[in-house]
């Protein structure tokens, strides 16, 4: 399985890495999809073309972490958060009126989904090893097992101490008793009898 790990993670990242080459190359082209955007939010001209540079960085990025196995789940995830909305601005199919292009763009569509779902399986492999989640309720029940014992143990201690300290308490009791006894008949045999 790691053979195929290492051959997987360069052809998943390869299409991201070419893309985000070929934005900062040619932003002003991949900014076409955001200006709508922009403009709706009143922002300044170049912003579009910031925004294709920041998510071309991105995506060489995390592309290329992921291809050298490097934080590969992370790498994925920050890959498919990219992937969404560059779709969505790229790739408007909703919007398009001439029926070969819609075509187009929804081929394009439904190939950025079939690359998200594959970046999903990427970053739920855990390489054959437990996932966080299931070694946190492996250390739970741990952890609660090893206090019951650690309270039985404690109990059987606490018990044996007080059986210790009820049978010291009887014996200074009855010694006590035997004291206060053995005065109490030499007192009466220092009292005159009548």
Same mark, same amino acid.
């Given at each position: 399985?790691?053979?195929?790990?290492?051959?997987?993670?360069?052809?998943?990242?390869?299409?991201?890495?070419?893309?985000?080459?070929?934005?900062?190359?040619?932003?002003?082209?991949?900014?076409?999809?955001?200006?709508?955007?922009?403009?709706?939010?009143?922002?300044?001209?170049?912003?579009?073309?910031?925004?294709?540079?920041?998510?071309?960085?991105?995506?060489?990025?995390?592309?290329?972490?992921?291809?050298?196995?490097?934080?590969?789940?992370?790498?994925?995830?920050?890959?498919?958060?990219?992937?969404?909305?560059?779709?969505?601005?790229?790739?408007?199919?909703?919007?398009?009126?001439?029926?070969?292009?819609?075509?187009?763009?929804?081929?394009?569509?439904?190939?950025?989904?079939?690359?998200?779902?594959?970046?999903?399986?990427?970053? #739920?492999?855990?390489?054959?090893?437990? %996932?966080? $989640?299931?070694? *946190?309720?492996?250390? =739970?029940? &741990?952890?609660?097992?090893? !206090?019951?014992?650690?309270?039985?143990?404690?109990?059987?201690?606490?018990? #044996?101490?007080?059986?210790?300290?009820? %049978?010291? $308490?009887?014996? *200074?009791?009855?010694? =006590?008793? &035997?004291?206060?006894?053995? !005065?109490?008949?030499?007192?009466?045999?220092?009292?005159?009898?009548?």
């Amino acid at each position: 399985m790691a053979v195929l790990r290492r051959i997987t993670r360069p052809l998943l990242a390869t299409p991201f890495v070419v893309e985000g080459v070929r934005a900062l190359r040619s932003p002003r082209r991949f900014a076409t999809g955001t200006e709508s955007w922009a403009r709706r939010l009143g922002a300044p001209a170049d912003v579009p073309q910031r925004v294709v540079k920041i998510d071309a960085a991105v995506q060489i990025g995390a592309g290329g972490l992921l291809a050298l196995g490097r934080f590969p789940r992370t790498a994925s995830l920050v890959l498919a958060a990219s992937l969404v909305p560059a779709t969505l601005a790229e790739h408007a199919w909703w919007k398009e009126e001439d029926p070969e292009l819609r075509k187009d763009h929804l081929l394009h569509v439904a190939e950025r989904v079939g690359l998200f779902g594959a970046l999903l399986l990427s970053a #739920a492999d855990t390489h054959g090893k437990p %996932s966080a $989640a299931y070694r *946190a309720r492996t250390a =739970t029940t &741990r952890g609660r097992k090893k !206090a019951h014992r650690a309270a039985a143990r404690a109990g059987g201690q606490v018990h #044996a101490a007080i059986g210790t300290v009820g %049978s010291g $308490a009887s014996a *200074a009791a009855s010694g =006590t008793g &035997r004291a206060v006894h053995s !005065a109490a008949g030499s007192a009466r045999a220092k009292l005159p009898h009548p």
